[in-house]
């Protein structure tokens, strides 16, 4: 019979056994935490809480929050760990450096054991995306430093299948390489095959279908939620487009995929990681039931190195669906709405730029897909300002229908009004990952 999950035991766990683990490896945690981890605790004394008081995931709201600011200061107090750093420096056997938005870098500390469960969960999500050990698959994420890099490569290999680490740049060599050494699988972002269509356009004689690759494990920013961009992947490339590669860089690598099934991210992490939802203005906690939204708060469950309790990550959360999936796995499905900090209040309806992304992903070739919001002033607004880049194809006879066009797709999508000038191709600044700056604030 095939094998259907990479960890059965754990993927696949009812409700009630998960939650006795969870609550056992929970314990042993905090306990951990407690005595060997100099901020925690002296963040658990001076917030006055006896750790013998949480007996249960649900306790945890007794104890304060974690935040990225906290984890620099730490390292700036005593580099390069930090004073969250509970095991002894000399069981430490990686480091990757993790960037926040604002560029100040946080040093990530792995020990084997940490390393161990990281690659198990991160094989769990590329396995639930469709790899196998007969994959020949080339990886091309940053390998300086990043998670993404290195860390997804062992994950990748942890599988069984073969592992070509390639990393990014020099896109005419990748595509050679593909062709000579019968790749069938690629890992990236999911942009980075559109830039591949141009290269082989430009340099090569044959469509991307001809390069034989059956199967695409995409990750590090959204776009294959949306059903329009994904279909079109994957019948330009004859390969099956797989949201395979959701993590949070300072806390767990990889701990969520789609499966062949069900297009929704499914948790992964069990046994490592409990997930929490919490209201960002009330700070409250909110259930983990059908619909709810919040900012999602990750506590490590078996951590050594650099465990975490509590810790904000600002990405808000929507949990999907609850029951078991099809697929046999339980882990609860969910999708990233945004950053708790790039949502936008327009008279009253939470608008964020992943919607606006999507809106105008559906209107390609019409518009190149880039686009940016610029704000004068705070939440709330009563519209918004899009700079809109127009196709390259597009006459100006026919700029005004488009803006027009734009403007009600958003208005009848997102239920907001947004005022739309077009701008030419390639004219929004790229940052250095080849993505525009989705929101400016003049302000
Ligand atoms: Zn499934």
């Known amino acids: 019979m095939e094998r259907t999950m990479f960890n059965p035991d754990m993927e696949s766990m009812s409700e009630p056994d998960r939650k006795n683990l969870e609550r056992s490896l929970l314990l042993e945690q905090i306990d951990y935490v407690y005595s060997q981890s100099p901020m925690y605790r002296e963040k658990f004394s001076k917030a006055g809480i006896n750790k013998d008081k949480i007996k249960d995931p649900r306790d945890l709201c007794l104890l304060p929050f974690t935040t990225k600011q906290e984890l620099r200061e730490s390292q700036k107090r005593q580099p390069p760990f930090g004073d969250f750093l509970a095991a002894p420096v000399e069981q430490v056997n990686r480091v990757h ?44 994420l940053n390998y300086c430093m990043w998670m993404g890099g290195y860390t997804d490569h062992a994950n990748l290999e942890a599988t069984g299948a073969a592992v070509i680490p390639f990393g990014v740049g020099n896109s005419k060599q990748l595509i050679q ?4 050494a019968g790749i069938n699988a690629i890992s990236s972002t999911p942009s980075y095959p559109k830039h591949l269509e141009k290269v082989l356009a430009a340099e090569f004689d044959i469509k991307p279908m001809d390069l034989g690759l059956e199967l695409g494990l995409f990750g590090g920013e959204p776009g294959l939620e949306n059903p329009v961009y994904r279909e079109r992947m994957e019948a330009t490339w004859g390969m099956k487009a797989q949201n395979a590669n959701y993590g949070v860089s300072d806390v767990l690598c990889n701990f969520a995929s789609v499966c062949p099934d069900n297009y929704k991210l499914h948790f992964l992490g069990q046994g490592g990681l409990l997930v929490q939802l919490i209201d960002p203005l009330t700070l409250e906690d909110i ?17 050594q190195a650099q465990p975490l309790v509590r810790y904000r990550t600002s990405d808000l959360m929507e949990i999907l669906e609850t029951g078991p999936c099809e697929c046999g796995r339980t882990g609860f499905r969910f999708r990233i709405v945004g950053r708790a900090d790039d949502m936008m209040h327009v008279k009253g309806i939470n608008v964020f730029p992943n919607g606006i992304a999507m809106v105008l992903e559906n209107m390609v ?18 519209s918004l300002n899009i700079k809109v880049e127009h196709g390259a194809l597009v006459g100006p006879e026919e700029m005004e229908d488009l803006k027009l066009k734009i403007e009600t797709a958003i208005k009848e999508t997102l239920n907001f009004r947004g005022i739309v000038e077009l701008v030419k191709p390639d004219s929004i600044e790229r940052t250095r990952m080849g993505k525009a700056r989705r929101v400016i604030r003049n302000y």
Do not use: N
Not at 117 to 129: M, N, Q, V
Not at 289 to 300: F, I, N, P, Q
């Open 97 to 140: 450096r993790t960037s926040g938005t604002t560029g100040s870098f946080i040093y990530t500390a792995l020990t084997r054991q940490d390393l161990d469960l990281t690659h198990d969960c991160g094989a769990r999500a590329f396995w639930a995306g469709g790899l196998r050990p007969h994959h020949r698959v080339i990886h091309c």
């Open 177 to 180: 390489v593909i062709k000579d």
């Open 287 to 303: 259930p983990i039931t059908d619909g709810a939204v919040g900012e999602m708060v990750l506590t490590h469950l078996k951590k």
């Open 365 to 382: 070739p019409r518009v190149t897909g880039e686009f940016q919001v610029v704000l004068d002033h705070p939440s709330p607004y009563t």
